[in-house]
């Protein structure tokens, strides 16, 4: 039982409810051949009947639209035997019932001849491509072959077609229910591989951030302590390869917090290493306003344009000033002597990104003499 149990936990939506249909579909054949098992008055066509009805299971337990894996089928040849076996007793019924001397026998054989149109239609005329002009073929040709008498011939025309139509717009509803259903999980596959790739985008986007800046303040600091110790300052120079020392530490540390799923920013302790940074540069940080005016809501991502736009100033130009505004609806990082055209660089797009993810927008010009970046928030 618990492997029962298992195993129907471990299947997906989609095959549950194939499962669930076929069950249906087949607990409406077993249905059927009771009750015409009972109107049978004879132990032979009883048998019949009840040969045709696993013929009618076992032909919708071959159909690939109740597959359990969808348009996959264990056993196919189980589908044209299944129908073979039905159109046998249709048509022998329809000789008997032509042949018989007695009127009990014939009347036996157009019970098991109805009975054997009936579970065609109901297990194999719904699957096939051209089922509403068999449904009325069949449903014609089963009281003639059957020789049944002129009303008697038009009610059974009527009840088959009845049947058929309630067959074939149940089967068509139940396969578009799989249909979407189907569907439904394929849109759940996609949308988890996308959360995977948008997992994977922001992972890589803020390893760049991590390590740009990190690298960034290393290289830039590694410069300036070897062209300290050319000039003989090696006081200086041994402070900067400190500083370069805990950078790198604070950069593994910064590492194993990203690969932990944890960014913890400050944006005070990034205006602080901003300035420390472009000092070692060569530019000096003037900050207008206070940390404090930006909304809590956009600190982090404040802290974030910091940091990208503080790499972008060491790697992409020459400046000697940068100013940082902050305020309650916004802020902007400029600095003078950018190096050429903004191109593709990925940090402004990952930087777009969270801000976007926000509510903030981003805005970036350029020209010869001066690099912006201009982000607005609505004030919380």
């Avoid at 189980?78 to 014939?106: H, K, N, Y």
């Avoid at 940074?277 to 940390?291: H, K, M, P, W, Y």
Wanted: proline letters at 3%; hydrophobic letters at 50%; aromatic letters at 6%.
């Amino acid at each position: 039982m618990k492997r029962v149990t298992a195993w129907w936990h471990e299947l997906p939506g989609s095959a549950k409810y194939r499962l669930y249909s076929r069950l249906t579909f087949q607990s409406a054949i077993a249905g059927l051949v009771v009750a015409l098992a009972v109107a049978a008055d004879s132990a032979p066509a009883v048998l019949v009947i009840v040969v045709g009805g696993i013929a009618a299971m076992v032909a919708v337990e071959a159909q690939p639209d109740f597959a359990t894996v969808p348009g996959v089928v264990a056993r196919p040849r189980m589908l044209p035997v299944a129908a073979a076996i039905l159109a046998a007793i249709w048509v022998v019924s329809g000789a008997v019932a032509q042949l018989a001397d007695d009127e009990s026998t014939a009347t036996g054989a157009g019970v098991v001849g109805m009975s054997a149109a009936l579970l065609t239609i109901f297990s194999v005329i719904p699957f096939t491509r051209h089922k509403w002009w068999i449904l009325i073929a069949l449903s014609v040709a089963t009281p003639l072959v059957l020789g049944a008498p002129l009303r008697a011939s038009a009610r059974g025309i009527v009840s088959l077609l009845l049947a058929g139509v309630f067959a074939i717009v149940l089967t068509l509803l139940t396969v578009w229910a799989l249909g979407i259903i189907d569907e439904l999980e394929r849109t759940k596959g996609v949308e988890a591989q996308l959360q995977v790739a948008e997992e994977r985008l922001r992972f890589s986007r803020d390893l760049h951030d991590v390590v740009g800046r990190g690298f960034s303040a290393i290289a830039v600091k590694s410069e300036l302590a070897m062209a300290l110790s050319r000039a003989g300052d090696t006081d200086r120079a041994m402070s900067e390869m400190e500083e370069v020392r805990m950078l790198a530490v604070e950069s593994m540390g910064q590492m194993r917090t990203l690969v932990r799923g944890y960014r913890n920013i400050d944006l005070r302790g990034e205006v602080a290493g901003a300035r420390s940074l472009l000092s070692a540069a060569g530019c000096e940080l003037v900050v207008e306003g206070d940390a404090a005016k930006v909304p809590t809501a956009f600190h982090e991502v404040a802290a974030w344009v910091v940091r990208e736009g503080t790499t972008n100033i060491v790697e992409h130009s020459a400046a000697t000033t940068a100013t940082l505004t902050l305020g309650g609806s916004g802020m902007s990082l400029r600095n003078d002597r950018p190096h050429g055209a903004i191109g593709e660089r990925s940090g402004l797009r990952g930087l777009g990104e969270r801000l976007a993810a926000v509510g903030a927008t981003l805005d970036v010009t350029t020209s010869s003499d001066e690099f912006a970046l201009e982000i607005h928030w609505e004030n919380q």
